[in-house]
């Protein structure tokens, strides 16, 4: 049977979808990214894959989050992010911002971790092949790495551009004061950071308090915020016990222990804020981090269309007010996990 061929939805950016600037850049980017880190492997059925990654499209997403090890396994989102592109949307490649990172261990030996030139320029290779792509948009350092000179690091980055292989570099994860030698040594180089990627939710509020989001801001670079949703904490999926396909009852990256009754009841109160306005949970969450100023995009990531469309709908309402802030605020800080 041959497959039919995907046209876009010709209302692609009349969906509903908005753009805002990365820092100081000419760059604009979808308010919400599609995330690839946990759905989109070898264990994920290709038809979802590729049904999600078209319905994005259609309602506006442009933005692609990607990671050399990325999966599960290794590699595999890439790889189903290169089929499903290959057979979709090579026409659409200009209308595409794909992101990829390298900086965790991805292969055995010496070489296959970490922020090295040899890793960072043999990840970035084997990361366009598996994607099928001729370029990345944004290449990131995918975490600080505290052995590796950090001129090193930059250096590689810088170099990829000049390449060709990346048009923009960005960072992931990386301390306040390594942060700004790199932005300083990047824009020296003429390869400004175009992005910052970091966790910012509800109950991980760390790049407010240690100011990274300041400091990102300040140097004119877009901030992107990955787990909005705290694992799915801050969604209504565990307010009635602990689904069995959940990742607390897997035990991956959240323990069913976390799930306590004091938790559930401060979740259950900050969803009652979120039945107030109007939204599901997930949808607050997402529009309390759209709502912070120099954030550029949220990381998505979802399972099927339906969260994905549910997600969408965050950006309708990113205002606050007062109460609601504060009330947030006094809830959050009392959940510890």
Not at 49 to 70: C, P, Q, V, W
Not at 229 to 251: K, V, W
Request: charged share 25%.
């Amino acid at each position: 049977m041959i497959e039919e061929i995907y046209k876009a939805d010709s209302n692609r950016y009349e969906s509903g979808m908005q753009y805002r600037r990365s820092g100081r850049s000419g760059i604009l980017l979808s308010e919400l990214s599609l995330g690839f880190w946990h759905n989109f492997g070898e264990t994920a059925p290709l038809e979802r894959s590729k049904e999600i990654m078209r319905f994005a499209f259609d309602h506006g997403i442009t933005s692609f989050d990607l990671a050399n090890n990325y999966g599960p396994g290794y590699g595999t989102a890439e790889e189903t992010f290169g089929f499903v592109y290959d057979k979709s949307f090579r026409p659409y490649r200009d209308e595409m911002f794909v992101a990829s990172k390298a900086g965790y261990d991805m292969w055995p030996g010496p070489y296959g971790n970490w922020g090295s030139r040899k890793y960072l320029m043999a990840s970035i290779d084997q990361s366009l092949k598996r994607t099928k792509l001729d370029y990345f948009d944004v290449f990131y350092s995918h975490r600080y790495d505290p052995e590796t000179p950090l001129e090193e690091t930059l250096q590689a980055l810088v170099d990829i551009v000049r390449m060709g292989k990346a048009l923009y570099v960005g960072i992931s994860r990386w301390p306040v004061e390594a942060s700004s030698f790199a932005f300083d040594y990047l824009k020296r180089h003429d390869t400004p950071c175009l992005l910052f990627q970091d966790r910012l939710n509800m109950i991980d509020r760390r790049v407010e308090e240690d100011g990274t989001l300041d400091n990102v801001r300040e140097n004119g670079s877009g901030f992107i915020a990955f787990s909005p949703l705290a694992q799915g904490i801050l969604t209504a999926r565990y307010l009635h016990g602990i689904p069995s396909d959940s990742r607390a009852m897997q035990q991956r990256f959240l323990k069913s222990s976390q799930i306590s009754d004091d938790l559930v009841s401060k979740v259950s109160a900050l969803n009652d804020i979120a039945d107030g306005r109007g939204q599901t949970l997930a949808q607050m969450a997402l529009s309390w981090v759209l709502a912070h100023e120099g954030v550029t995009s949220v990381i998505v990531g979802c399972s099927s269309t339906a969260q994905l469309a549910d997600s969408m709908k965050a950006v309708e309402s990113k205002t606050f007010s007062d109460e609601e802030l504060r009330r947030i605020e006094t809830i959050s800080a009392q959940i510890k996990l």
